[in-house]
């Protein structure tokens, strides 16, 4: 309770603890100053993405990475998601991506990130490599698909590997997609077509065009239709 004591001409409240409140009242005071920190620390960090969480604002991405963000205004569309944030450089296993920020559009919260390799960047080799990268990080996958190709189902299949970790809060999904398949036949418009020439023995030319990709998606464990499974699973 408290008490009045009078210092020269002032009258000062003094507040006096029962002994038997000491105990208590310390207790609760030390869960006061530990609620926030315990409660972030249930949350689980974004593997391989130290200091990230779902669900954060791009505010604290731009604390995160400063200038090293590139805006993207407009945003763009992947899905059901769209992209405000870019990592130009994200370097993984020695090698350059672009690591798209994407959030929810309803409350512009992390929701995804993709990180990009395209073209002639994205080969075989640099797969193996982010693959092997991520096993160090990570550990073995929880699944994956190594396959050298779909076994020729039709001419538009392309080559594919896949390989999947799971974590508490997190998934992390590795994709390399190949169209640089021999079962499609590429020819120079600019060679006039001999119709005496069957197609097989027609000089080929496999296009620097056609797509390849490694893809890397980390996104929550609690959104199931994210998690599309591998190109193995029935």
């Given at each position: 309770m408290g008490v009045f004591r009078r210092l020269g001409q002032r009258a000062v409240v003094v507040f006096q603890v029962p002994a038997r409140l000491v105990v208590p009242v310390m207790v609760v005071a030390l869960q006061l100053l530990v609620a926030v920190p315990t409660a972030r620390a249930e949350k689980e960090e974004i593997p391989g993405w130290p200091g990230l969480y779902w669900g954060e604002d791009m505010a604290a991405l731009d604390a995160r990475f400063g200038e090293a963000l590139t805006v993207l205004a407009p945003p763009w569309q992947f899905g059901p998601f769209e992209a405000p944030r870019v990592l130009p450089d994200r370097d993984l296993a020695g090698l350059d991506f672009r690591a798209y920020f994407q959030v929810n559009p309803g409350d512009g919260r992390l929701g995804q990130i993709l990180m990009e390799r395209r073209h002639a960047q994205a080969t075989p080799l640099a797969f193996v490599e982010v693959y092997q990268d991520l096993i160090d990080q990570f550990g073995p996958a929880?699944?994956?698909?190594?396959?050298?190709?779909?076994?020729?189902?039709?001419?538009?299949?392309?080559?594919?590997?896949?390989?999947?970790?799971?974590?508490?809060?997190?998934?992390?999904?590795?994709?390399?997609?190949?169209?640089?398949?021999?079962?499609?036949?590429?020819?120079?418009?600019?060679?006039?077509?001999?119709?005496?020439?069957?197609?097989?023995?027609?000089?080929?030319?496999?296009?620097?065009?056609?797509?390849?990709?490694?893809?890397?998606?980390?996104?929550?464990?609690?959104?199931?239709?994210?998690?599309?499974?591998?190109?193995?699973?029935?």
């Amino acid at each position: 309770m408290g008490v009045f004591r009078r210092l020269g001409q002032r009258a000062v409240v003094v507040f006096q603890v029962p002994a038997r409140l000491v105990v208590p009242v310390m207790v609760v005071a030390l869960q006061l100053l530990v609620a926030v920190p315990t409660a972030r620390a249930e949350k689980e960090e974004i593997p391989g993405w130290p200091g990230l969480y779902w669900g954060e604002d791009m505010a604290a991405l731009d604390a995160r990475f400063g200038e090293a963000l590139t805006v993207l205004a407009p945003p763009w569309q992947f899905g059901p998601f769209e992209a405000p944030r870019v990592l130009p450089d994200r370097d993984l296993a020695g090698l350059d991506f672009r690591a798209y920020f994407q959030v929810n559009p309803g409350d512009g919260r992390l929701g995804q990130i993709l990180m990009e390799r395209r073209h002639a960047q994205a080969t075989p080799l640099a797969f193996v490599e982010v693959y092997q990268d991520l096993i160090d990080q990570f550990g073995p996958a929880a699944r994956e698909c190594l396959l050298a190709d779909r076994g020729g189902e039709s001419a538009g299949d392309p080559a594919v590997a896949e390989a999947i970790w799971r974590f508490a809060d997190t998934r992390v999904h590795l994709s390399f997609l190949d169209f640089k398949s021999n079962q499609i036949l590429y020819q120079n418009p600019a060679i006039p077509i001999d119709p005496l020439i069957p197609d097989s023995e027609r000089r080929v030319i496999y296009s620097n065009l056609l797509p390849r990709r490694i893809l890397i998606r980390f996104y929550p464990a609690d959104r199931p239709e994210l998690d599309r499974g591998l190109s193995c699973d029935p």
